[in-house]
């Protein structure tokens, strides 16, 4: 690009200084004499003013339109974030929630296993109970008002 340019203002330069001649000027509202080389910088100069103008304006769109993209963008990502954030929260919450039933599970098999060591025990009793009862003295059954109130259960003398 650089050369191309250089290249351009050589050959202004070159026919500038082929046309020296003074030429005639017409304004509307006066005549001006002055060098035709004069005219044709100036003229190259305008035409390169109004070319920096339009590229200007060009990458001020350009710059505009990616500054919008890039809000765009941002915009998005924070909306990203938010919902990684979001499902972050869900994942712990469920992994809490998991964690919990696990913990009740555990504790209820625990409960079920102390309820079925109990029966267990008590099985044991009842049937050592059993064996007591048809190896001892038979209760004594303390009476008033001809109804049983308490039973008494002495123990084995044997022991």
Do not use: H
Request: aromatic letters at 6%.
């Amino acid at each position: 690009m650089t050369i191309l340019a250089v290249l351009i203002l050589l050959l202004i330069a070159v026919l500038a200084f082929l046309n020296m001649e003074i030429v005639s000027l017409s304004l509307y509202f006066m005549d001006v004499s002055i060098p035709l080389w004069l005219i044709m910088i100036g003229a190259t100069l305008l035409g390169m003013v109004a070319a920096l103008m339009f590229v200007g304006a060009r990458n001020a769109n350009a710059r505009d339109e990616q500054r919008r993209r890039k809000q765009d963008f941002q915009e998005k990502l924070e909306a990203k974030d938010e919902e990684l954030q979001a499902a972050r929260r869900e994942t712990n919450e469920v992994a809490n929630r998991t964690r919990r039933e696990t913990e009740m599970a555990l504790q209820m098999q625990q409960k079920e296993q102390e309820v079925e060591d109990l029966r267990k025990r008590m099985a044991l009793m009842e049937e050592s109970a059993q064996r007591d009862r048809y190896t001892s003295d038979p209760p004594v059954v303390e009476e008033s008002n001809g109804y049983p109130n308490d039973i008494v259960i002495e123990p084995d003398s044997k022991q």
